[in-house]
């Protein structure tokens, strides 16, 4: 790559965009395509920064910094331009030159500028034309032709010379490249997951980037986790603020962080006591001890519903009414019974002097985003009171913002007597709560339950920071404005689609997207698709694909994943 001056670049610019691209253009059109050129500029297609280079100029001296003015390397694409471009059926002919931030037009190697778009675009397969003889190696030698094999072997050995480095990263990592993870990840994890064949290496607000430089926007947050975003500013701060003081001590002291947060909590909810634990499955456990230990004796059963999902501890896994789930773990703790899915009726029928609480999702995520009606959630608080039960709302998934109210409760106007929460609590750290009322809190005892990890001062930081997120002034209402957005458009696809697709269903930022009997039979090749053009969703209960992107999603974004899924659905249609 040539020095290129402010003067060069509108030469460049001017030949590239101007005479190339029009030649190119016009030959494509000329052979029957559809063509239409473009500079990385329109649009931010191509978003680039000054290429930095040194070389070395004595032994034991610092490498001498080269300055190549107007040259720049890849930081992102922007694939919505393309995507239209695609869905009107047209060749984009796209000449090599990126947009700063600083909005200067910079230089960049074309092979360098086709594989970050080829990559962005999930390409199939990226083929180069070129009149260049052929691959130097360190020696100087001009290599005409070579195998993959032999290719990776220089790269691996740092022979070939230019600014190639596969299966590396700029943290040094030693792994060759992904299949070489997974495999490594097979030999040495127990066989829990069934994953996806992409390492995730680092993510910003709603993107993601894999170790083969792929770009994915993320519509599931880490399944309703990080629901500010990847490495959102304010909790990447608190978190190293905090991990630079103080990691831990244990509950036998006090520390700040988690007096904060459990302040927010309480100033925020229903709740007047908190608990702090590790995790979604440990706040529901905590839950189902506290509802046994503030009843009478003899009251020990809760009351869950069928395609509940409470957790994969032993007595959690006894009130997930999902019996897939139970299978192999038998026998499970008693004291658990499973109801149909909001049938009052079925309740009043089930309560019996061994009845201490019922147990509810107001969302059923994991079933395929199944919101429970207002009327029948006030049906259960009346009877709750007429019977002296508790009322227990698992708030794991619903909880923090993601309906469009800081708590899925707000949204009914009924109040639960517990509430549990984890999962967007921290972020990405793992942190659950145990909220309740201080009359209920008092059947706890020092010893009665504990944990070593629970209020850990790092991730009540990160909580911290999450709360006087979501608190901040118009965030939840722009959530909610957002919300009404993405379900407006998933409805229209869903009209669109009918013979895959029967509606759509979810509150907030929690979606789902109904699929018929023969759009089921594709649910998980939908998703791969997805995944393949650079979307992550997943496929719930064996019903819908959901959708939890993060809070801080795009209205772009969200037009994005609907039109992607539009095609993709278009795909899976029979004729």
Same mark, same amino acid.
């Given at each position: 790559m040539?020095v290129?001056?402010?003067e060069t ?5 001017m ?6 691209n029009?030649?190119i ?11 239409v050129?473009?500079?990385g ?16 100029v ?6 001498e ?8 390397r ?6 919505s331009?393309l995507?239209g ?6 060749i984009?002919v796209i000449?090599?030159?990126g ?6 037009a ?6 360098l500028?086709a ?6 675009l ?7 034309l ?5 691959v ?9 032709s070579i ?6 072997g220089y ?6 010379q230019?600014?190639v ?6 943290d ?7 299949s070489?993870i =997974?495999?490594?990840s097979? =030999?040495v994890?127990l ?9 995730i290496?680092e993510?910003k607000?709603c993107?993601l980037?894999?170790?083969?430089g792929?770009?994915?926007i993320?519509?599931l947050s880490g399944i309703?986790?990080c ?8 909790v ?7 991990a ?29 006591k908190?608990?702090f634990c590790?995790?979604g499955?440990?706040?529901n ?24 999902f409470?957790g994969r501890t032993?007595?959690?896994l006894?009130a997930?009414g999902?019996?897939k789930f139970?299978?192999?773990f038998? +026998?499970?703790p ?5 109801l149909p899915?909001?049938?009052t009726?079925?309740?009043?029928g089930?309560i019996?002097?061994?009845t201490?609480?019922v147990l509810?999702? +107001?969302i059923q995520?994991?079933s395929?985003v199944?919101?429970l ?6 049906a259960v608080r009346q009877?709750c009171?007429?019977?002296?039960l508790l ?5 794991i =998934?619903?909880?923090m913002?993601r309906?469009?109210?800081?708590f899925a409760y707000?949204?009914?106007?009924v ?5 549990t ?10 942190i659950?709560a145990?909220?309740t009322k ?6 706890f005892s020092?010893?009665a ?8 001062p790092?991730?009540a930081s990160?909580?911290?920071?999450v ?11 722009e959530?909610r404005r957002?919300a ?11 009209q669109?689609h009918?013979?895959?697709?029967s ?7 929690l ?5 018929t009997?023969e759009?089921?039979s ?7 698709a997805?995944?393949?053009k ?15 992107p993060?809070?801080?999603v795009?209205e772009?974004?969200?037009a994005?994943m609907?039109a992607v899924l539009?095609?993709?659905l278009?795909?899976f249609t029979?004729?």
């Open positions: 040539r290129t001056d402010g670049m509108d030469i460049v610019e030949v590239l965009v101007g005479k190339v029009k030649e253009v016009g030959l494509i059109n000329h052979c029957g395509g559809k063509a050129g473009l500079s500029r329109d649009g931010d297609l191509v978003c680039a920064e000054k290429l930095k280079m040194s070389k070395a004595a032994e034991n001296a610092p490498p910094l080269i300055d190549l003015g107007r040259v720049g890849v930081t992102r694409v922007n694939p331009v995507r471009l695609e869905q009107e059926e047209f984009p000449a090599p030159v947009v700063g931030e600083d909005g200067q910079y230089n960049i190697n074309a092979d500028v594989g970050a778009i080829a990559g962005c999930r390409a199939e397969k990226l083929i180069l070129t009149d260049v003889e052929g130097a190696d360190d020696q100087g030698n001009l290599l005409r195998s993959q094999k032999d290719l990776e790269i691996q050995k740092g022979s070939i230019g600014d480095y596969s299966g590396r990263n700029r040094g990592n030693t792994m060759k490249n992904e070489e =997974q495999k490594i097979d =030999q994890f066989h829990t997951y069934n994953r996806y064949p992409v390492t290496i993510g607000g993107k980037l894999d170790e083969g792929r770009e994915y993320d519509f309703a986790v629901s500010l975003g990847h490495c959102h500013e304010a990447t701060e608190a978190i190293c603020r905090q630079s003081r103080l990691v831990h001590v244990s509950n036998l002291y006090y520390t700040r962080p988690q007096v904060e947060l459990a302040r927010l909590l309480v100033e925020h909810s229903f709740a007047e908190i608990f590790n995790s499955a440990e706040a456990e905590a839950a189902i001890k506290l509802a046994r230990k503030h009843s009478q004796p003899g009251r020990y059963e809760i009351l869950s519903l069928v395609s509940s409470h032993l007595a959690t006894a997930t999902q019996p139970h299978a192999g038998e +026998p499970l008693e004291g658990f019974r499973h899915f909001a049938d009726a079925a309740l009043k089930a019996s002097e061994k201490c609480a509810l999702e +107001p995520g994991e395929g199944r919101p009606p207002e009327e029948y959630l006030r009877i009171d007429e019977n002296g009322l227990i709302f698992d708030e =998934q619903t909880g913002g309906t469009g109210t800081l707000e949204q009914y106007g109040e639960p007597d517990i509430m929460l984890a999962k967007a609590l921290g972020n990405g750290l793992p659950g145990l909220a201080e009359d209920i809190g008092r059947a020092p010893g339950h504990a944990t070593t990890f629970g209020g850990n790092v991730a990160a909580g911290v920071a709360m006087e997120t979501l608190l901040a002034p118009g965030f939840l209402p959530v957002k009404k957005y993405l379900q407006e458009n998933l409805n229209a696809l869903s669109k009918r013979a895959l697709t509606g759509v269903r979810g509150l907030g930022l979606q789902g997207l109904i699929l009997e759009g089921c594709l649910g998980g090749k939908i998703v791969t997805m995944l393949e650079g979307f992550l969703i997943n496929f719930a209960g064996d019903s819908a694909l959901r959708f939890a993060p809070l801080v795009t772009q974004e969200i994005d609907v539009d095609a993709v278009r795909s029979r004729p």
